[in-house]
């Protein structure tokens, strides 16, 4: 009988325990992106759907895991022609592949403020492991409503054509309408839960 009320105490107290999640706010949060565009400018866009969560104490950073999800089809590059050839299947195949995720691995601390996070993207079917370079944590503050946030700002570069995503045209006098490079940040508050 003693085991099973000392049992019982265990479960009830295991939420105390448990590691605190941190959930990413859309509507502080942003995701960006970057690309060559026939060799001459830089065409940037986002992604304005995102959700995410942080697990682990903020104290403790290098044990913290990491889980996104990007709405693909919420594209936007303020150039409703360019969103829809991006959705297609020439590019993002949304109608095929909905989401854009990432799942981190591992976290080294990569000088003072800042980190090196590793972890599985998956883009357009296909899954690769990137380096994101982080700014943060930030301090945690209070809200004015009482909830805990925290903020952090990622950086990393990808190869399009790593990801199977490899429409393009040849340019006349060399070059491609569209770089492979992908330059990408985000910027992340997230409120503890």
Not at 58 to 68: F, N, R, S, V, Y
Not at 170 to 182: M, P
Not at 184 to 191: G, N, Q
Request: aromatic share 6%; charged share 25%.
């Amino acid at each position: 009988m003693r085991n099973l009320v000392t049992i019982g105490l265990c479960l009830l107290a295991a939420p105390a325990f448990a590691e605190p999640v941190w959930e990413i706010d859309p509507a502080h949060s942003s995701i960006q992106f970057s690309v060559r565009h026939m060799m001459v400018s830089n065409v940037r866009g986002a992604f304005t759907k995102a959700t995410g969560s942080v697990r682990g104490d903020e104290k403790d950073p290098l044990h913290a895991t990491i889980e996104a999800t990007i709405d693909a089809s919420s594209i936007d590059t303020r150039e409703a022609k360019r969103d829809e050839h991006l959705r297609s299947p020439d590019f993002l195949d949304v109608a095929k592949y909905p989401t854009i995720t990432f799942k981190s691995k591992k976290i080294e601390k990569a000088g003072d403020g800042r980190y090196k996070v590793s972890g599985d993207l998956t883009l357009h079917g296909v899954t690769r492991e990137v380096v994101l370079d982080v700014e943060g944590p930030t301090a945690v503050v209070k809200d004015p409503r009482g909830n805990m946030r925290a903020g952090a700002s990622a950086t990393t570069r990808i190869n399009r054509q790593d990801f199977g995503i490899t429409w393009s045209k040849s340019l006349d006098g060399g070059g491609v309408v569209v770089g492979d490079e992908i330059a990408i940040t985000i910027d992340a508050e997230s409120v503890k839960k």
